[in-house]
T-cell receptor
Framework: QQPVQSPQAVILREGEDAVINCSSS?????VHWYRQKHGEAPVFLMI?????EQKGHEKISASFNEKKQQSSLYLTASQLSYSGTYFC??????????FGTGTSLTVIP | ETGVTQTPRHLVMGMTNKKSLKCEQH?????MYWYKQSAKKPLELMFV???????ENNSVPSRFSPECPNSSHLFLHLHTLQPEDSALYLC???????????????FGPGTRLTVL
């Protein structure tokens, strides 16, 4: 089953922070995060494996809480280039992979 | 060329036509994927090939027929499609086989398909 993301859409001003959540009804092995800009292919951001780790990539980081079967993506001091749709992708312990419902993020000046 | 390429980028077809989408990866990967992306819907995984063998078929109608002649090429053959099949079809590849679900997927630019 597809993980559910929240919020569905968010609008930020440059410099503001945002959190995108991804929740699954099944036990997870890993969580991927991708960003897709309008008219372009999804691009990989990071992957988190079972173990509750947190990863960072400049001002974008993520956490994975396997007990809660959820992951969160943190965007700090947002830039115009952060605009796009963010997808989580989850692998459950049955080795099934699903992309999430997507979160549209718009950063305005 | 590098990465994952898809042709054509845009396709308009009638319901009685037969057409094929092509995907090529230049990354030396072992797994390839077809996804369907409709407006306001999540990415839907259609097919997965690992080492040229189909390992996953997610209840896709038989009017979609995949083919993977080698680890670098993946086709999606289309026949007697319906208007609701209009969508962006994305191809992706990843390093490992299907067991390596932790692998990063590299996506092609997609084919925008319109069925009239």
């Amino acid at each position: 089953q597809q993980p559910v993301q929240s919020p569905q859409a968010v609008i930020l001003r440059e410099g503001e922070d945002a959190v995108i959540n991804c929740s699954s009804s099944k036990a997870l092995y890993s969580v991927h995060w991708y960003r897709q800009k309008h008219g372009e292919a999804p691009v990989f951001l990071m992957i988190l494996l079972k173990g509750g780790e947190q990863k960072g990539h400049e001002k974008i980081s993520a956490s994975f809480n396997e007990k809660k079967q959820q992951s969160s993506l943190y965007l700090t001091a947002s830039q115009l280039s952060y605009s796009g749709t963010y997808f989580c992708g989850t692998t459950n312990t049955g080795n099934q992979f699903y992309f999430g419902t997507g979160t549209s993020l718009t950063v305005i000046p | 060329e590098t990465g994952v390429t898809q042709t054509p980028r845009h396709l308009v077809m009638g319901m009685t036509n037969k057409k094929s989408l092509k995907c090529e990866q230049h990354l030396g990967h072992n797994a390839m994927y077809w996804y369907k992306q409709s407006a306001k819907k999540p990415l839907e995984l259609m097919f997965v090939y690992s080492l040229e063998e189909r390992v996953e078929n997610n209840s896709v109608p038989s009017r979609f027929s995949p083919e993977c002649p080698n680890s670098s090429h993946l086709f999606l053959h289309l026949h007697t499609l319906q208007p609701e099949d209009s969508a962006l079809y994305l191809c992706a590849s990843s390093q490992g086989g299907i067991a390596g679900r932790t692998d990063t997927q590299y996506f092609g630019p997609g084919t925008r398909l319109t069925v009239l």
